[in-house]
């Protein structure tokens, strides 16, 4: 099964974690949605990650939900979101996530994340305030 693991990021903390995902999920292929086009009907499973701020998720992840929701619809997919208020998580998922989306989803999840004036700078820990554990075990669920 070959999967797609898309990413929007602006700290960061979504591609740390997408590339984690692709690390433990064989066939994969990672994909920066801002910097490359990909064709999704290549691939038979689609996973989907963006950083959240003020509720709501990084723009480029929502508009590939908007313009591709129909093939999002045929796919076996998940949905991760990096956000650092892990109270919110389910009002967070519940309003960017159209309902459809959500009942047809593996899972959707957070891993945690960082507020965007806390990212770790160059030489830091890059993975401080992910839960690592969590995306292997979302990970899992794709094998």
Do not use: W
Not at 57 to 72: A, Q
Not at 106 to 132: H, R, T, W
Request: glycine share 6%; proline share 2%; with cysteine.
């Amino acid at each position: 099964m070959k999967t797609l693991v898309i990413y929007a990021t602006k700290t960061g903390a979504s591609f740390q974690c997408a590339n984690i995902l692709a690390q433990e999920l064989p066939h994969c292929t990672l994909c920066d949605i801002e910097a490359e086009k990909v064709d999704f009907t290549d691939y038979d499973c689609l996973i989907l990650g963006a950083g959240v701020r003020d509720g709501k998720i990084y723009k480029p992840i929502r508009d590939i939900l908007k313009k591709n929701k129909e093939i999002l619809l045929q796919k076996k997919t998940g949905y991760f979101i990096c956000n650092e208020k892990q109270k919110k998580t389910e009002e967070i998922i519940a309003d960017n996530f159209t309902d459809d989306l959500q009942k047809s989803a593996v899972c959707i999840q957070s891993f945690g994340g960082y507020k965007a004036y806390a990212a770790p700078k160059e030489g830091m820990d890059q993975l401080k305030g992910l839960n690592i554990e969590a995306i292997k075990v979302f990970a899992q669920k794709f094998k």
